[in-house]
């Protein structure tokens, strides 16, 4: 499997500009997760999908951002009006729903998007 | 302030010392993982340990965890320049899907 596949890895856009970021989970995983990374607040996240429903969005900072999963392959993070304090790496991870001794339950990441905005 | 706090921030030693990281948290726990991250990339898993689990080994790894301080450790033995990277503890809360990480370290392996 190529693992966790984000788009794109940078991406540079003024204030105000719409920033769509997008990540294609291992496939079989039912977990997605949207991490976003700064140096003030390391990793803290966003929102998560199960089976492509939203659980928990309660990490997503305000109203300008939304996320959706339309099909187990693909889900998308929007940010609508974007702002410079919106700058980060942002990171998807997946894992199974199952869990055993041999699937624990370990989270695999993408390789991010590093979001700048002027 | 965050559910998993590492110490040191950072590290640095030379190759061949052993490398000691310690995490702490708040809340009772499912399981406690460590993951680590060079520098502009993802984060990968490294071992995990479940709350009724002591001590777990991996390789050059050994990961301890003691529930009733709420804090873990994390050892590198006989370290090698390529293991310089950020290295966090990331907790499951009890009746939680999601990872909630620490502030990590820095650990620098100087050849």
């Known amino acids: 499997d190529a693992g966790v596949i984000q788009s794109p890895r940078h991406e540079v856009t003024e204030m105000g500009q719409e920033v769509t970021l997008r990540c294609k989970p291992i496939s079989g995983h039912d977990y997605l997760f949207w991490y976003r990374q700064t140096m003030m607040r390391g990793l803290e996240l966003l929102i998560y999908?199960?089976?492509?429903?939203?659980?928990?969005d309660s990490g997503m900072p305000e109203d300008r951002f939304s996320a959706k999963m339309p099909n187990a392959s693909f889900s998308t993070l929007k940010i609508q009006p974007s702002e410079p304090r919106d700058s980060a790496v942002y990171f998807c991870?997946?894992?199974?729903?199952?869990?055993?001794?041999?699937?624990?339950?370990?989270?695999?990441f993408g390789e991010g998007s590093r979001l700048t905005v002027l | 302030s965050q559910q998993g706090e590492e110490d040191p921030q950072a590290l640095s030693i030379q190759e061949g010392e052993n490398a000691t990281m310690n995490c702490s948290y708040k809340?009772?726990?499912?399981?406690l993982q460590w993951y680590r991250q060079n520098s502009g990339r993802g984060l990968v898993h490294l071992i995990l340990?479940?709350?009724?689990?002591r001590e777990k080994h991996s390789g050059r790894l050994r990961v301890t965890l003691d529930t009733s301080k709420k804090s873990s450790s994390l050892l590198i033995t006989a370290s090698r320049a390529a293991d310089t990277a950020s290295y966090f503890c990331a907790t499951r809360r009890t009746g939680r899907r999601a990872l909630t990480f620490g502030s990590g370290t820095r650990l620098q392996v100087q050849p």
């Open positions: 809340t009772s726990i499912n399981n």
């Open positions: 991870a997946s894992r199974t729903g199952t869990e055993s001794p041999l699937l624990p339950g370990e989270l695999f």
């Open positions: 340990i479940r709350s009724n689990e």
């Open positions: 999908f199960n089976n492509n429903v939203p659980i928990d």
